[in-house]
């Protein structure tokens, strides 16, 4: 019986699988995933229009007195309340930001001590700065899930939207089943055919002997990969400007939300990634990729040293038969909100810089990854069991570094044009803060700067 059933769902299942291979290969789509993305947005549109009526009918059934524009607008705050979308709530002053690139001052040396006539209002901005911190700091709001303001029908809320009628309970149901019964396995299955493909196509190309022929297919076969591993999330991509898109060797730098980044970029583009080695699942995807195109894989003690990974990187943008190098200077990723410090590494070897933003659709699935919080197996449940991923990607005019600019001025250029043009809040704060304290030269600068401050006002 096993063997039959096998022998009948073998036909089908090996025919889409060669058909999903072969639109990969040629780069087209018949517009299915469109038009689910569409039935979506109709579907999350009416539950919002059911939510919004049942709690206006709560409202008057708690007070009678109560017009449906009043309802209407608590149903608004509640949900301004529960999410921002990346909204800060309080405006704040520019004084205490940091600003490592620029030394801190020496302190005066003086023979006599100045006398300062202190008044503690002198010092209620630092305590508001303090206040402010508390309530809702820079930091830490940005490794937060972003919020949405309409339900999108997942169960990863705790308003408990899925019981406040039967028709969404039904709805919800319905979608339940479909994404755990029938997208999880189909999406897990198409995972696993394209990084068994990344493995055997790369071992061919490996073998050719001509290094034209051999890179060539070897760009076919990366992207090939990574669209059947961004069709296993059911992505919608949509890419603009293609006019800028990287041609020669040199950095792409974008802003990192996502492991999924990577596959995103890559069913575009052909690339040369850089980071450490993994073992299980990246391991395999690392060895297979490095067997048929240059790609950068460090040791964790080789990451560390600033000296060999800029030695490495120069060597590659040197060839221009090399792709460009696909790099996030962030160094850990964001929730889809802002764009924080970029490291100047990549900005220092030299070399044209392709900028790229990529803004995810919350709607659909949260693509954000928290390392602190999920591994990476958790989170590939959760992107397999999500609706779609859904987002635009923003190719940026190339940029090189101007004339006694420096590489940490270079990097905070790249990264507002980035997040002007994805709509994301630019952040001047260093996104290793969420593991590791703020640096001792920042406590310092603020600490001349409130000094000075003190020393001014007493003249």
């Given at each position: ?200 196509s790369s071992s061919i ?106 030695e490495r990187l120069k ?132 600490q001349v700067e409130f ?9």
């Amino acid at each position: 019986m096993i063997a039959v059933l096998l022998d009948i769902f073998w036909i089908p299942i090996g025919g889409f699988l060669s058909f999903l291979i072969f639109i990969s290969a040629i780069n087209k789509s018949i517009g299915v995933r469109k038009a689910y993305v569409n039935l979506l947005l109709r579907i999350f549109e009416y539950g919002r229009v059911s939510i919004e009526t049942a709690s206006k009918e709560n409202q008057h059934i708690q007070n009678p007195k109560t017009d449906d524009k009043q309802g209407v607008q608590l149903v608004d705050d509640a949900d301004s309340k529960e999410g921002t979308n990346g909204a800060t709530l309080i405006t704040r002053d520019a004084v205490l930001l940091p600003q490592p690139q620029e030394p801190a001052p020496e302190k005066p040396v003086s023979s006599t001590k100045d006398e300062i006539n202190f008044d503690f209002e002198k010092c209620l901005d630092y305590v508001k700065s303090g206040v402010e911190a508390i309530i809702e700091d820079d930091v830490t709001s940005r490794f937060e899930a972003e919020e949405l303001k309409s339900w999108n029908m997942l169960t990863r809320t705790n308003r408990h939207y899925e019981f406040i009628s039967w028709k969404i309970t039904s709805i919800w149901v319905f979608g339940f089943f479909i994404r755990y019964v029938i997208l999880m396995p189909l999406r897990v299955l198409v995972c696993f055919v394209g990084v068994l493909f990344a493995v055997l196509s790369s071992s061919i190309v490996a073998c050719l002997p001509f290094r034209f022929v051999r890179l060539s297919l070897a760009s076919l076969s990366f992207k090939i990969t990574f669209r059947l591993i961004s069709s296993s999330m059911s992505s919608f991509i949509k890419f603009h400007n293609k006019q800028y898109k990287p041609t020669v060797s040199g950095f792409c730098v974008a802003n990192h939300t996502s492991p999924l980044d990577v596959a995103i970029l890559s069913t575009d583009c052909t690339y040369s990634l850089i980071g450490q080695r993994h073992g299980g699942f990246l391991g395999v995807l690392q060895r297979a990729l490095a067997r048929a195109s240059p790609h950068i894989w460090f040791e964790r003690g080789e990451a560390k040293d600033r000296h060999l990974v800029a030695e490495r990187l120069k060597q590659h943008v040197s060839d221009p038969n090399n792709p460009p190098i696909l790099i996030f200077p962030e160094g850990t990723c964001i929730n889809n909100t802002s764009v924080m410090q970029f490291k100047k590494g990549s900005f220092e070897v030299g070399g044209v810089i392709y900028p790229v933003a990529i803004k995810y659709d919350p709607r659909f699935g949260d693509a954000f990854w928290n390392s602190a919080k999920y591994s990476m197996m958790q989170y590939l449940y959760m992107m397999m069991t999500s609706w779609a991923i859904v987002c635009d990607v923003w190719y940026l005019p190339p940029m090189y570094r101007q004339e006694g600019e420096s590489a940490i001025d270079f990097a905070n250029r790249v990264k507002s044009v980035i997040a002007k043009q994805g709509g994301l809040i630019d952040l001047v704060w260093d996104g290793q803060l969420k593991r590791m304290k703020p640096k001792k030269e920042w406590r310092e600068i603020q600490q001349v700067e409130f000094a000075n401050r003190l020393k001014s006002d007493s003249t």
